[in-house]
């Protein structure tokens, strides 16, 4: 493995060197402060520190940070000013999809890889979908209701 | 705001959590600050003979016992768990020290290095054997934190008057909050000060806590709550030990120290439900109405006492469940194992409670060949008649409305009857609960601790509330400032709320019980009208509620007779599930529930609270699977311990009634725990129904139904 390697974060290349076993999670929270990824189990069961990598939803703490090298890498920051993210932003909350919002961000997440890839959803697809992120709050039904309103919403392309 | 307050608004904090702005405690750093791991025992019972550390390197510390300058146990209804071990550990994961350093790798190779010579003892497991005569005493002389009982009317001479007489034994299991977020604090000690920041429901029970450990006076101890992802009673009492252990941390190393759990950790070693063993005998006369009932709980406290005295109280004063019984008795036992101590957890003693009563109600019905939602019926509660603790039911009981509409939606009369006798490798089958509960604290617990709620108006005509109430996902901070700005007449905008900090805000108590709204809410909402009143005053205005009791009350302590609570929020669920009769796998498929919560300050927040509840209640009656063996929890990892996901829920059709209770705010009641307690209990009906056998047991598990068909 060499030294250094590169990636894409929210759109900028940027490069790691290091210990090259850490975990995802910890590069991108302690090293580049993006701190809206959260770790809920450590395990990768939970999905509260969800990540695009290369536009599908991963699980950050269980991918090591040697494994990212020229790939792309989207977090919650780097997704924010995008009017997919408003879509889902108003959906989320018109839906009361949101509680405690340790999940959410990690749900978000979830929602913007599945409406790339299939921008119309059946309730099973967005099940399926959702998985691997785990909320205790809501019981899920209204987050997967955001999702059917986020993509019912129409006007953006996803 | 001129609308109804139950139309729904946009939560208040909605936005900053989408967007990952929100700071929990994990986010949070501080200049030095060091991080916290603990040691924990490997025995469930056990003398230490000794701990040897090895060297350490600079600028780390082993914090433990000996630097505990108060008293080194941590204050909750009595002096309870030591904050770090005294030389004998009682549970497995029991706290001995913390290694704190700047770096976690080291910190793990310190914690590698520590050898702990113990000298095991006799321990007790389970309930059954800490109450054989033989077994080691590991508490008082019967291994019962507390033994209550209480009678209504003749029950003695009810018995021996019976026609029949029908006995039950259920059980429950283990139930885990998992909140998502993990347990977490930092402590900073700074000119004599303590601060604490962390996730929790209860700042005052955390500030009580430290300042005994510490032995200083309260007013040095400052506890901020940080926004909460998630609690579920599952930080109400335990934030306490870690708030103490972070403080010590904190004065000995002079920096902050930040302790946030593993996932693993917080399974294994966090107070849980308690597991339950409830005895029910009934007695019918001949016209097969119940005229009494002995009724006697259990529950596994584990080795500490905690909150298990107020739980198991809860679970004795919903041990009839909703039906009017004239004579009874009840006895509960709060039982010392030497096992993680156990805990509160929404609904609080009263999901074991509900669960034996309507499973016993279906066995009866089956018994004397009557239709158990009849029966039911026959039985329930009416405004006028007495509670299990012989309290006035002074308010409507809508259970004849909330039944018959669900019965409309659900259409279970005649599904009961259909899915009887099915052949089929998937079976169907619906069943019903019905449930209440008390709003707010137990018995005199609201008089003891008389909760101040305070509005304070700035000249630029915002109002700021200040409880010690905080938000965890429920939506306190919405509700409360819905509440006032509808009183005020004022923008939602202009009320301020902040998360809670003791050097600002009064002790409201804690935020638990469902008491939030109805109770604090309420003491807001007097506080508002006063301001309105006097909203023209110059300069700052505060107005200050502190609560009492409408006067009805009448609650005797002792004899565990009177009001048990000043008001009750009803339910009644319906599950209907599909049962794999190759691999008794159950399926949920259709969940109908119907609330009684007096009004619901916003309804789309109340929805949140019946789904999440449901689905929580749901994973309790079946998938969320723990068990404790040899004192050791064995669903120890997320992977292992399985709650439902969005590949699990059903559909849920809710609907409220709106039912005004004159002393709540704007006629609500309590809401976030109701909505746990029925599905347990309506699942295990309905695969009663789908399998026509009988359930004694929740969480109801694919191995169990496979034994019992096979029978």
Redesign the interface.
Known sequence: MSDEIRFKLNGETVSYSGNMVRRLLDVLRDDFGLLGIKEGCGEGECGACSVLLNSRNVPSCITLIGAVDGSEIYTIEGIRNTEQFAVLSESFAEAGAVQCGFCTPGMIIASLSLLEQNPSPTREQIQDALSGNLCRCSGMNMIIEAIQIAANKGGVKW | MNEKISE?I??V????????????V??MKFDGMLYAKTVRSLHPRAKILSIDIPDIPDGYFIVDKNDVPGKNRVKILIYDQPFFAEGAVNYIGEPILLVVGPDRDIISQIISQIDIEYEPLPAVLTIEDALLENSPRIYGQDNCFVSHEYIKGEPDDAFANADKIIDGEYRTGYQE??????QGVIGIYENHRMTIYGSMQCPYYAHRAIAEGLGWSEDKVRVIQT??????GGKEEYPSLLSGQVAFASLKTKKPVKLVF??DEDIQTTTKRHPSVIHHRTALDSNGTIIAADIDIKFDAGAYAGLSDVVLQRGMFCASGVYNIPNLRVRGRAVATNTVPNGAFRGFGAPQAFFAMDMQIEKIARIIGINSLDFRLKHALKKGDRTCTDGLLRHDVKIPEMMSRIEELSDIRDKIKKFKSQTGRIRKGIGLSMFYHGCGFTGNGEEIIHGTATLRKYPDSKVEILTSNVE????ALTAMRKIVAKSLEIPIEDVIYENPDTSRVPDSGPTVASRTTVIVGGLLKSAADELKQRWNEPGEIEVSKTYHHPKYIEWNQETMHGDAYPTYSWGINVVEVEVDTLTYEITPKKVWAIFDVGVPIDE??M??QI??????GLGYGSIEVMENIGGKIQQG???DYT?????D?P??VSEMLDNPYEYGPFGAKCSGELTLIGAAPALAAAVENALEIEINKIPVRPEELLEKMEL
């Not at chain 2, 909050?177 to 993990?182: A, D, N, R, T, V």
């Not at chain 2, 926004?227 to 579920?232: D, K, N, P, V």
């Open positions: 729904s946009v939560r904090d909605a936005h900053t959590k989408i967007g990952g702005q929100t700071k929990y994990g986010d909050q998992l909140y998502i977020e993990p926004t909460t992802g998630g609690a579920f593993d996932r965890m996902g429920q939506g789309r927040m929805r949140g789904e999440g509840g449901i689905v929580q990892t997320i992977t709650i439902p996901t969005a590949k829920v559909e849920i």
